[in-house]
């Protein structure tokens, strides 16, 4: 038998293994964040720019909020850069930003349109992912796509920083440890208008629900279901309408003779302009009287832009928000000097979150001194900060939600102008908001995971 | 009966109307079945290289070459329909989603590997053509177009909100750690993360993922040029060109045309199955209406009834739809660096309805140039450009 040069001899051997177990245990060695850097990861920027992705919506029913983040994003690129004023990055506390990039690199975008769908959604990030080498993943204002895209970023091993994003399971039963949502849920939107609801129009009430047919309406049928529920409403129906229906008014016929004398309208973006203004100014509910009550209309979720949309609709309508650019402290004042000098209007709520996402992110790699994923991820989790325009925060490891107060808004009987049209009736603080991680089950997945470098 | 037909295409090879076509084409001086072949074998040369000469041009990455190659699959299959027998299905895209659906199901409940998923796909998705397109095919032209298109939004509203314990909804049917999948249980222990499709141990994302999906481009163009040049092409032409004579000279049209929707259907399922085997997720966006449209445009983009059209329409597409809405106004600025201050500002804002969202745009003014000056499509523009350089090469323009 001839010998072959190319077989291992036991020599061999035990020198390649003695050489690779020196090799794997050198990183335990060394300090943290310097071997990190060596980690082979997805995206690891090698230049001098680092290239994070935005991945909104650009048409579909909700392409305003779209265009509203993607000015934030571009907003929050620039101050992290250090050109602007800076805007809440001079806020942020506890904060390690710099102003000069991130990590020294400086900050690139690119975007991409979601459609409003799940396939285009993810079909965009992997192209940010694949062909722009984006570190970082952030938009939304679909929970569907939200969930769809966090679900591939965890796969990817990219980090997902949601937008815009409202349904129980983001945080919930889809978690994942790639993925941070700053925006609240319908759960605490729930907690904080029961109350609210109760004291404006009484504990004997009887609800019909209108649900965008998606995850968000779904959980925040439920959310507001049970909140109302528990304070003695009645639930006469819940109609599930397909998410883009644009006229509603097959839905909104047999609301008036159900013997409901609230309609509940889970709906968002064009969706809910569309849905509030055909009920208040074709169906004219809002002058109805059902049983000796005065009919009244609720939209659980709704912000500025929606209220623009719905023009005289939205006056005196119920709902809750996220952030509202007239809140009364110093980091939502800069932000809306900032933003309003930039683009000539006052951001939204959708435009807030992404900002503030942007930045949360730049600061735990600033804190974690590298954009090595697992170690930015332990930065994030758990993070308790303030000035950033709600109050003192805290990201919770359990499930990656942040908490914060929750504001009820209504709509303005008397705007003064077109950004006006919001008023806050009652700020709802953290505490009551809370809640335990595990009733909606879920797991966050693993730190490590192969992603696109392998 | 269409397997007989199939396979007994040999002797089509030098019936007149065959080398009329063929002179017509490219390579006139070949017999039919070697030059097949070599069309073949540039058709994959061209497919596997695609990393390389795609790259210039932004598109060299894995995630939008599969996505070539997929949809490439799903209008060469369409093709074969609409371009050969002449009726356009408007519900095609209800394939595309029953495959994907399959090939998730059967990631959840038996194996990773890709061939099952893949072939099961083909499977569900050629019994659901069967059913369709036994009821469609009862009528002819618009009313064959409508019924498909009603059949495809039942199967959507079905998708979306009725059968919800099968499809998930909107959300979408994923696969979860804890499904059962038998066979790889029966061999090794799940991992702490989610797995990942794959074909005997290769995983298939990113670059396998993409070689795997252009393999089976390629096998399906070379069925699909065997399918052209057999008897059963044969017919299908003769129904588009007047089925009331084929009718006449006594053949019995519906089980052709039944043969070719649902091979055509189980294109569209293996195009469903891939799109799944490279991201395990099936949605009900996939059966709506604007896909089907999608594979219309597609092929008439490309030039209905060729072989290469149908691919090269559904990679334009996918090029729009991934590449140019994501141009936005700094990268326009970037491509216009080489101007004055001013002039750059101009050419942004000339060029910016067009990109971004606006690539809708683009597509829809693409889609009318092409319709009102190039009726055979892309394929058409290339050809009349050959016949242009040819004729002033040889000093004669002879050509179609």
Known sequence: MPIDPSAWSRRRLLKTSAAVGAGLAMPHVLIRSAWAQDQAFCNNPSGDTVTLGFNVPQSGPYADEGADELRAFQLAVKHLNGEGDGGMMNTLQPSSLKGNGILGKKVAYVTGDTQTKSDAARASAKRMIEADKAIMISGGSSSGVAIAVQSLCQDMGVMFMAGLTHSNDTTGKDKRRYGFRHFFNAYMSGQALGPVLAEEYGKDRRAYHLTADYTWGWTQEESIKNATEGLGWETVEAVRTPLGAGDFSQYLTPVLNSGADVLILNHYGGDMVNSLRQAVTQFDMRSKQVGGKDFQIVVPLFSELMAQGAGEAVKGILGTANWDWKLDNEASKVFAKSFGEEYGSPPSQAAHTCYVQTLLYANAVETAGTFYPPEVIKALEGFEFDGMGNGPTLYRAEDHQCFKDVLVVRGKQEPTNQFDLMEIVKVVPRDQATYDPSIFGGELGPYEVKGCAA | ?400
């Not at chain 2, 209008?75 to 009726?87: K, Q, W």
């Not at chain 2, 356009?88 to 998923?117: P, Q, R, T």
């Not at chain 2, 259907?265 to 395990?280: E, H, K, N, Q, R």
């Not at chain 2, 970037?334 to 000339?350: K, N, S, Y």
């Open chain 2, 1 to 400: 009966m269409s397997e007989t037909v199939l396979t007994s295409d040999k002797a089509m090879g030098k019936s007149p109307a065959e080398k009329d076509r063929k002179n017509a084409g490219m390579a006139g001086f070949l017999s039919s079945s070697n030059s097949d072949y070599l069309m073949a074998a540039l058709f994959a040369l061209a497919i596997f290289t695609m990393p390389l000469w795609l790259a210039p041009i932004g598109a060299g990455y894995p995630d939008i070459l599969q996505k070539f190659a997929i949809f490439g699959i799903f209008a060469l299959g369409f093709n074969i329909l609409f371009g050969f027998s002449g009726y356009l299905s408007f519900g095609h895209a209800a394939f595309l989603g029953a495959g994907s659906y399959a090939a998730v199901w059967m990631f959840k409940l038996l194996s990773m590997n890709a061939v099952l998923a893949v072939a099961f796909s083909i499977v569900i998705a050629g019994i659901f053509a069967l059913a369709i397109g036994f009821v469609s095919l009862r009528r002819s032209g618009i009313y064959f177009s409508i019924l498909t298109l009603a059949f495809a939004q039942m199967s959507y509203n079905l998708a979306y909100s009725v059968l919800t314990p099968i499809t998930n909804g909107e959300t979408g049917l994923q696969i979860s750690r804890t499904d059962p999948r038998v066979l790889d249980n029966m061999f090794r222990e799940p991992g702490a993360a989610l797995p990942v499709p794959d074909f005997f141990g290769i995983e298939l994302q990113g670059w396998p993922g993409f070689y795997f999906c252009a393999t089976l481009l390629v096998l399906a163009f070379f069925l699909t040029m065997r399918i052209k040049n057999s008897t059963f092409g044969m017919m299908l032409f003769a129904i588009k060109s007047n089925q009331n004579r084929m009718a006449y000279t006594g053949f019995s049209t519906r089980p052709y045309l039944l043969a070719a929707f649902v091979i055509s259907g189980m294109y569209a399922g293996l195009a469903g199955g891939l799109l799944a085997v490279t991201d395990p997720l099936a949605g009900a966006d996939r059966m709506q209406w604007t896909a089907s449209g999608e594979v219309v445009l597609m092929t008439i983009l490309g030039g209905v009834g060729t072989l290469l059209g149908p691919v090269i329409g559904a990679a334009v597409m996918k090029y729009l739809e991934q590449i140019f809405s994501s141009f936005n106004e700094g990268v326009l600025h970037r491509a216009f660096d080489f101007l004055t201050p001013e002039l750059q500002d101009l050419m942004v804002g000339i060029t910016s309805p067009f990109v971004g969202e606006g690539w809708h745009l683009t597509l829809g003014l693409m889609f009318m140039i092409v319709v009102i000056f190039l009726p055979g499509g892309i394929m058409e523009g290339l050809r009349r450009i050959a016949s242009a350089t040819r004729g002033r090469r040889a000093g004669s323009g002879d050509a179609n």
